[in-house]
C-alpha cells in the first residue's frame, strides 16, 4: 500500500460521506479529467476536492509554472499534505461553495477550468445545488468544468439527480471516457457553457434518456 492510498484510506474511514474513495485516483482518470488544461497561455485552473493529489500533480505537470493553480480542499489534514507536496500550487482549505469570494479575494475573476474530484453523489441536493451554482459563476465564458462519477453508483438516486442538475446548470455535457483502470471505474463528465438563471429554470431533463448533447462514453482501458 502507498503513502497516499493509507492517507486516503484512514481518512475515508474517519468520514466515508466527506471522502468517497478508498484509494487515490489512477494516473488514467487524472489524464481524462485534466484534458481541459490548455496547453498555451496563463489560464486560471481550479480544483475542487484534490484529496491526495492525483489530479493536483498532472494539473501541475502540465502547466509548468503557467497560470494560477488554486486547489479547495475541505479536510484539513489532506490539505496540510497536499500543501507540502505541490509546491507551485495554492491550497485552502476551504468549502467548494464559496468559490466566488475564494477566486475574488485573490483577484482573479475567473476560472479557465475547474476539476472536481467531489464525491457528488454523497451529497445532499442542497449541498450539490450550491457547488455547481458556485462553479458557474466563476467559469470564463470559454471555461470547462470536468468532474466524475463512479460507475458502480450511476444508478444510486444521488448520482441520477446530479446528472440532471449538470444539464441544468450547463448548456453542454459530454459524457466522456469510462475509465476502467481506476478504484473503482469512473465515467468522466466535461460540461461548458453554464446556463443563465432564467434559462437554468426552464431547462428540461429527460429522465429516462441521455440528456441533448450528451455523447456515448468510450472506454479507457
Known amino acids: 500500500m502507498t503513502s497516499e492510498t493509507g492517507v486516503m484510506l484512514r481518512e475515508f474511514l474517519r468520514s466515508p460521506a466527506d471522502i468517497g474513495a478508498v484509494a487515490p485516483s489512477s494516473s488514467r482518470l ?3 479529467v485534466t484534458a481541459p488544461v490548455p496547453e498555451l497561455g496563463d489560464p486560471v485552473v481550479v480544483e475542487l476536492g484534490p484529496g491526495t493529489g492525483a489530479f493536483t500533480s498532472a494539473i501541475e505537470e502540465q502547466l509548468a509554472g503557467r497560470g494560477h493553480q488554486l486547489a479547495v ?3 484539513p489534514r489532506l490539505a496540510e499534505q497536499l500543501r507540502s507536496r505541490c509546491r ?3 491550497v485552502l482549505n476551504a468549502d467548494a461553495s464559496t468559490l466566488p469570494r475564494l477566486l475574488a479575494e485573490r483577484g482573479l475573476e475567473k476560472a479557465d477550468v475547474v476539476v472536481s474530484g467531489l464525491p457528488w453523489a454523497s451529497f445532499s441536493p442542497q449541498v450539490q445545488n450550491e457547488i455547481l451554482s458556485a462553479v458557474s459563476r466563476v467559469l470564463a465564458p470559454g471555461g470547462a468544468f470536468t468532474t466524475f ?3 458502480h453508483a450511476m444508478r444510486l438516486a444521488s448520482a441520477l439527480r446530479f446528472r440532471e442538475l449538470l444539464c441544468t446548470t450547463f448548456e453542454e455535457v459530454v459524457l466522456g471516457r469510462t475509465v476502467w483502470r481506476n478504484l473503482p471505474p469512473a465515467l468522466v463528465y466535461h460540461a461548458r457553457r453554464p446556463r443563465t438563471q ?3 429554470s426552464v431547462a428540461m431533463v429527460p429522465s429516462r434518456r441521455q440528456p441533448a448533447g450528451v455523447s456515448d462514453p468510450t472506454s479507457v482501458h
Do not use: C, H, I
Open 149 to 151: 462519477g463512479y460507475v
Open 198 to 200: 432564467a434559462s437554468r
Open 88 to 90: 507551485r500550487v495554492e
Open 73 to 75: 480542499e475541505m479536510n
Open 30 to 32: 487524472a489524464e481524462a
